[in-house]
């Protein structure tokens, strides 16, 4: 009888203390377990190089929405997960630290890419608030883990992201601009306290159609861009990084990687955007088209700077306004066979072995043009990184449709890169990219 008075006061303690805990817990935190399954991405046929031939900022958006289906494509894009349990994106050192919190009409929400699902996170319309830059339905919000990254490594993540993002959204004849600032523009939102912002993505249909002719003007012995057999999904679905570089590459599978990097398009923009009048966009996008990175090929024969247009070298910001030729090459800067010593740097020996290994490195000097915003400042580097991080998955993409192995390497001996490569403390090496078979 005693036992039984006592299991009746836990029970009924315990039916208060739930009773309690819900009516306590904010609304937020109650909602944020509601979960919006998102319907299968869509299979996309445009050829990779087709989309990096496209990659363009867009401004200016209708007010048309973006349907359920096209949201869910552009995020698997993203960072969503492969048929095979891989990702689409390879993430840095293998941390998966980003985040894309989506601003619809009703809500914010994030999006879950084990679910492939929307996870409520606050009630409101955020997106004009947050994405103030450039009115669209919606805004995407990129921001890292900062228990999982530092915004260095946060930031080239969420490179690979928006590069998925802006490859996708054209694909769909949907556009995209990326919006960086600093404070972050999605701090009003009140994300966690891990959690940092970096860029905001407007989202939606054109305002001004796309509208491209096929202009290469390829003036170069480095062979001319191919279009490969494998569709922007496909490639997506089966990109993975490398373990092994080995055998040699053709001239042609180096002019390709190279060329993904940091090169121009083969397309003229005839689309007249009010708020964009680049005539031959480049194959990742820049802040303030400043594009201040260089990336070094170091093979077998020696370490080569890559010159992605000569005529673009003497403007004070490297972005062609006009539908310029295309004048590309590779200069020799210093003979011999340094890969070792590159891998070295890496702590990565069977880097060594790789026919092909790309430095990427930011060009201090080219972030603070004269008479332009000065952009050199370490808050800004973040965003240097963020350009790295997609010159570095462009490769990646691109060895996926070609069949070759590459991998992303943050350099565990920077200074000895930049004394390899004979430069001065202006210049920051990045990430090291082998690329083999
Ligand atoms: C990290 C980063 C931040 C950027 N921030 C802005 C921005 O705040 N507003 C904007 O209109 N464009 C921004 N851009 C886009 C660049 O202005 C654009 O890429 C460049 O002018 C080249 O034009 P294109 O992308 O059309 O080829 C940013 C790009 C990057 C990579």
């Known amino acids: ?16 203390t739930l009773f309690c805990s819900t009516i306590l817990m904010p609304v937020s935190q109650a909602e944020s377990k509601i979960e919006y399954p998102l319907p299968s991405p869509l299979l996309v046929d445009m050829i990779v190089e ?57 809500a914010a929400y994030t999006y879950n890419p084990v679910n492939h699902s929307l996870v409520f996170f ?11 830059q450039y009115k669209a339905p919606i805004q995407l919000g990129l921001c890292y883990d900062t228990n999982k990254a530092d915004a260095l490594l946060g930031g080239a993540e969420l490179g690979q992201i928006g590069q998925n993002i802006q490859f996708m959204a ?3 004849d949907l556009g995209t601009v ?12 009140g994300i966690p306290e891990n959690e940092e912002g970096l860029v905001v993505m407007p989202l939606g249909h054109l305002a001004h159609p796309y509208n491209f002719k096929n202009r290469p003007f390829w003036i170069s012995l480095l062979p001319r861009i191919q279009i490969s057999s494998l569709s922007l999904s496909k490639t997506l679905d089966n990109l993975s990084e490398g373990t092994s570089f080995a055998g040699t590459l053709t001239k042609h599978e180096v002019s390709q990687v190279l060329w993904s990097t940091y090169g121009f398009s083969s397309y003229i923009d005839r689309s007249e955007q009010e708020k964009n009048t680049v005539k031959r966009h480049r194959t ?24 992605p247009n000569l005529f673009i070298k003497f403007q004070k910001v490297p972005v062609d306004f006009l539908g310029l030729p295309i004048l590309t090459f590779l200069v020799k800067k210093i003979s011999g066979d340094h890969r070792f010593e590159v891998a070295e740097a890496a702590s990565h020996p069977l880097a060594a072995s790789a026919p092909l290994i790309i430095l990427i490195v930011l060009d201090l000097e080219m972030t603070r043009p004269t008479g332009k915003d000065d952009l050199s400042d370490e808050i800004y580097r973040r965003f240097w990184y963020y350009e790295a991080g997609a010159s570095a998955h462009n490769v990646l993409l691109e060895a996926t449709s070609w069949n070759l192995s590459a991998s992303i390497i943050s350099p565990t001996n920077a200074l000895a890169i930049q ?11 990045l990430f090291i990219i082998p690329v083999g078979r």
């Open 50 to 106: 087709e989309s990096m031939f496209r990659r363009m900022s867009v401004r200016e958006f209708t007010n048309e929405t973006v349907t359920d289906e096209e949201l869910s494509t552009i995020l698997w894009a993203a960072c969503g997960y492969q048929t095979d349990g891989g990702r689409t994106i390879v993430g840095i050192n293998q941390i998966y630290a980003g985040i894309i919190y989506v601003l619809k009409e009703d």
């Open 284 to 307: 990742v996008p820049s802040a303030h088209g400043y594009y201040p990175l260089r990336m070094y090929p170091v093979t077998k024969q020696g370490i080569f700077y890559y010159q």
């Open 419 to 429: 004394s390899l490569l004979q430069l001065d403390e202006n210049f920051f090496p």
């Open 122 to 132: 606050k009630e409101g319309d955020w997106r004009d608030i947050v994405g103030w």
């Open 170 to 172: 054209n694909a769909l």
């Open 178 to 189: 990326v919006c960086g600032q600093m404070p972050p523009a999605i701090d009003p939102l």
């Open 1 to 16: 009888m005693k036992k039984n008075s006592w299991e009746k006061k836990a029970l009924v303690l315990w039916i208060l």
